[in-house]
């Protein structure tokens, strides 16, 4: 049985693995001194769109900016409000608000944690410009739904799937609807080696605008037709995220096949629930999320015997202090609060070997018992 540490996440497995296709990307773009945009970063966003089967990608800094580059496209700004979920990062709702928007939160599906279309219709008012679903853990909302729900009121739909790239919903790719955001952050399922991010779209107008607003604005070195950001993706991330894409497919299998191995085992642990997984979805499993009464006690004698779980995330949006300006308060989402108190991310990435699932859900009914 396997003792000893085990991460939530381990990047030196996944390194060790495809460490010299690695190693010779970072080199070539040395070489070329070809540090900003350039062929590097065309060739990652070609590669990116054919993966999402969408006409265009656009490499920018973060998910962060990504999403606020998307919301500045769609021309949202003071005044509007954008429809999101209050169970996300924090990213999700600062984006909205740096644009000078509202974020109106609705809760969440009880079973998925993803947003719950029923309760949409009821927070549009004459103000709402977009909806801003999440593909939390790397699971698709529902998106027909959604799709239908923002066609009726006009409506945007700039999807969150900064956890789920190479997910589908009913064999559709993100963006399911037009516009989607990745996160490259290093831990994400497509991890680069500091901060980067993407927005794919099929809108060739919100492509244009990204892809000048990310540089400044602008049209030429010197020549500036929108009063832009500085939020390019570096040529050294784009060079590592294309040798990491050609293997997100098998990654995702391992993802898949570590959560069945969990599932299976924790199907003999009652008091522990298991994640939904719809049947017309490819979840991607970004993380393996339980959820269980006593979660602080089995967190903290898991980390005490080296076993990384962690919450994500344990404090609603609608809570956290620098929101407090919204005045939402405990109560308002019952289900994300709930959820909030009961969830717990176990060890989850490709390289988690089959004896560590075993060793954990061994200790996690050693603990429970
Ligand atoms: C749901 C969600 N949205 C947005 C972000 C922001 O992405 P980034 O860290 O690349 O800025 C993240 C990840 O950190 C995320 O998990």
Same mark, same amino acid.
């Given at each position: 049985?396997?003792?000893?540490? /085990? ?13 010299? %296709? ?5 080199? $070539? ?22 993966? !999402? ?27 509007? %409000? ?50 801003? #679903?999440? *593909?939390?853990?790397?699971?698709? !909302? ?5 799709? %239908? ?11 969150? &799937? ?53 540089? *400044? ?17 570096? &040529?050294?991330?784009?060079? /590592? ?33 298991? =994640?939904?997984?719809? %049947? *017309? ?52 989402? #019952? ?17 988690? =070997? ?11 009914? $050693?603990?429970?018992?």
């Amino acid at each position: 049985m396997k003792s000893g540490k /085990i991460p939530l996440v381990d990047l030196r497995a996944q390194y060790d693995s495809i460490k010299s %296709e690695i190693d010779a990307a970072i080199q $070539e773009i040395i070489n070329s001194s070809q540090f900003i945009l350039g062929e590097p970063v065309e060739k990652f966003e070609q590669e990116l769109a054919a993966l !999402c089967a969408t006409p265009f990608a656009i490499g920018t800094s973060s998910g962060t900016s990504a999403l606020f580059l998307a919301l500045k496209a769609y021309g949202i700004g003071p005044g509007d %409000e954008v429809i999101t979920v209050p169970n996300s990062f924090i990213a999700t709702v600062s984006s909205i608000i740096n644009t000078g928007a509202t974020p109106v939160f609705v809760d969440v599906d009880k079973d998925t944690f993803l947003m719950d279309p029923n309760l949409i219709e009821k927070a549009i008012t004459s103000k709402t410009k977009a909806i801003l #679903p999440v *593909h939390l853990y790397g699971q698709i !909302c529902e998106m027909d739904r959604i799709l %239908e729900i923002a066609r009726k009121h006009n409506l945007h739909v700039v999807e969150d &799937a900064a956890q789920a790239i190479d997910a589908e919903y009913k064999g559709r790719k993100i963006p399911v609807g037009d516009t989607a955001i990745f996160s490259f952050f290093p831990a994400k399922n497509l991890g680069a080696y500091g901060d980067a991010g993407a927005l794919v779209t099929k809108d060739k107008k919100v492509a244009e605008i990204v892809k000048k607003l990310r540089n *400044h604005g602008r049209i030429s070195k010197y020549e500036s037709e929108l009063v832009g950001y500085g939020a390019r993706i570096d &040529a050294l991330h784009a060079a /590592i995220l294309r040798v990491k894409m050609k293997h997100i497919g098998g990654w995702s299998a391992l993802r898949n096949h570590n959560a069945k191995l969990y599932t299976e085992l924790l199907k003999q642990v009652s008091l522990v629930k298991t =994640p939904t997984v719809k %049947e *017309h979805n490819k979840h991607v499993f970004h993380l393996y999320v339980i959820e269980l009464d006593s979660r602080d006690q089995l967190k903290q004698e898991l980390n005490a015997q080296g076993i990384g779980a962690e919450v994500h995330y344990p404090l609603p949006l609608h809570l956290q202090p620098a929101l407090k300006y919204l005045g939402y308060k405990e109560g308002d989402f #019952p289900i994300a609060e709930k959820s909030s108190k009961r969830i717990l991310s176990l060890p989850m990435y490709p390289e988690l =070997p089959s004896e560590n699932i075993h060793h954990i859900v061994n200790t996690v009914k $050693e603990i429970l018992k």
